[in-house]
């Protein structure tokens, strides 16, 4: 039996990030006082891409879904408020129709990069809002964004979220995505004397 990308990739990550608890639980038994500066967070996100404007073009499925991944670093300043770089691709070649001129071009992996504000209203969710541009051979989009995610903490710095992003792609399309993140927090420290 073969397995799905997906699935080998979260077993992966799931290993992957235990071995980040044993190391932690192994560095606990030489306590050191120190203090957080700054805490880092690093997200891999599996997500599918709902693309309406490539509903109406001839020989495509009228729920236009395609599978997307994304890697995020984002710096909190303190528990409320951060900044982000998200960087997301599109794994699938499609076409769509530019919103104003009824032009339709081709997409062939675009990655899509922006800089992002984080805001956490409550202790699990998160509000994100953004800007960037959207890069593909044939042409490049200037994109804002809006997202929400709801995290679950795992312990040890880890965490499960559940993400829903709009992108709208200035004078060209929009796009949903919804997924699923990996996160795994850091913390620049330094000792007490």
Known sequence: MKWP???VFIVFLVFLLGG???NAQTESENPV????SGKHRLTILMANAFIPAADNIAGQSNMFIVPAWGINYDYWINDRIGFGVHNTVILQQYKIEKSREEIIIERSFPVVITG???FKPMENLLVSAGAGRELE???SFTVVNLGIEYGFELGKGLELSLNLLYDNKIDAYDSWMFGVGFSKFFSRTARKK
């Open 5 to 7: 990308a997906s699935i």
């Open 20 to 22: 980040f608890r044993v």
């Open 33 to 36: 006082e120190e203090e957080a």
């Open 116 to 118: 992002e504000l984080l």
């Open 137 to 139: 051979k044939q042409e």
